[in-house]
């Protein structure tokens, strides 16, 4: 895998703790619903009632399930294909570390020759 995917995939999480509102649609916590926290810091501003009283700062990226399901969907991203496109790559990635694995020991099994193979230019 890439390493900018892998250390992207590593800095998302699920928030805990809840954030009090989504930074997208301003969607508030509450059973059942879950964020994403995509560790980066915003600065959306805050939340406030008719009275003017402040309801929340919005400082950092989290997303309820729905708009990151709503993202996923504008992007046509499949999550199953993902995930196993993933386990491809790093089936891939395991295999072509093998294969240099192999060729070093090649490698190493000519220059152990009691008769020198001469190299081609």
Request: aromatic letters at 4%; a negative charge.
């Given at each position: 895998?890439?390493?900018?995917?892998?250390?992207?995939?590593h800095?998302?999480?699920m928030?805990?703790?809840?954030?009090?509102?989504?930074?997208?649609?301003?969607?508030?916590a509450?059973?059942?619903?879950?964020?994403?926290d995509?560790?980066?810091?915003?600065?959306r501003?805050?939340?406030?009632?008719?009275q003017?009283?402040?309801?929340?700062?919005?400082d950092d990226?989290?997303?309820?399930?729905?708009?990151?399901?709503g993202?996923?969907e504008?992007l046509?991203?499949?999550?199953?294909?993902?995930?196993?496109?993933?386990?491809q790559?790093?089936?891939?990635e395991?295999?072509?570390?093998?294969?240099r694995?192999?060729?070093?020991e090649?490698?190493r099994?000519?220059?152990?020759?009691?008769?020198?193979v001469?190299k081609?230019s």
């Amino acid at each position: 895998m890439s390493v900018t995917a892998d250390v992207l995939s590593h800095r998302f999480h699920m928030s805990d703790p809840l954030p009090s509102h989504c930074a997208a649609c301003f969607d508030g916590a509450r059973e059942g619903l879950r964020f994403v926290d995509l560790d980066a810091a915003i600065d959306r501003g805050v939340l406030a009632s008719e009275q003017g009283w402040v309801l929340a700062g919005i400082d950092d990226l989290h997303l309820c399930e729905n708009c990151v399901r709503g993202a996923a969907e504008v992007l046509a991203l499949k999550p199953q294909l993902v995930s196993e496109m993933r386990l491809q790559i790093r089936k891939l990635e395991a295999d072509a570390e093998r294969w240099r694995d192999y060729a070093r020991e090649l490698e190493r099994s000519l220059e152990r020759r009691p008769i020198a193979v001469k190299k081609r230019s």
